[in-house]
Nanobody, 111 residues
Framework: QVQLVESGGGLVQPGGSLRLSCTAS????????IGWYRQAPGKQREWVAL???????TYKEAVKGRFTTSRDSAKNTVFLQMDNLKPEETAVYYC?????WGQGTQVTVSS
């Protein structure tokens, strides 16, 4: 059973940056698209970004130009670089591959 483990969350001030990581227990990212999602308190989980298996990316309109997802296949890890974070982006962030979900990592944007 493949597992996904996110890390890199934390507390950051508005306008700050964080880089999230999602590491798989074995090599799957080169043949699967990887999605990033987030769930704020009291809200539904929403899609944020997609890294296609060919390397292209797609982003939610609200994060375009500020978030970047990338992959290090040798380390079975994908990243979500988040810049200029906003308080309303406080949420638990998850990576997803098919039916696999990580446990999530908390991102809190607050002064």
């Amino acid at each position: 059973q493949v597992q996904l483990v996110e890390s890199g969350g934390g507390l950051v001030q508005p306008g700050g940056s964080l880089r999230l990581s999602c590491t798989a227990s074995r090599s799957i990212f080169s043949i699967n698209a990887i999605g990033w999602y987030r769930q704020a308190p009291g809200k539904q989980r929403e899609w944020v970004a997609l890294l296609h298996n060919g390397g292209s990316t797609t982003y939610k309109e609200a994060v375009k130009g500020r978030f970047t997802t990338s992959r290090d296949s040798a380390k079975n890890t994908v990243f979500l670089q988040m810049d200029n974070l906003k308080p309303e982006e406080t949420a638990v962030y998850y990576c997803n591959v098919g039916k696999l979900w990580g446990q999530g990592t908390q991102v809190t944007v607050s002064s």
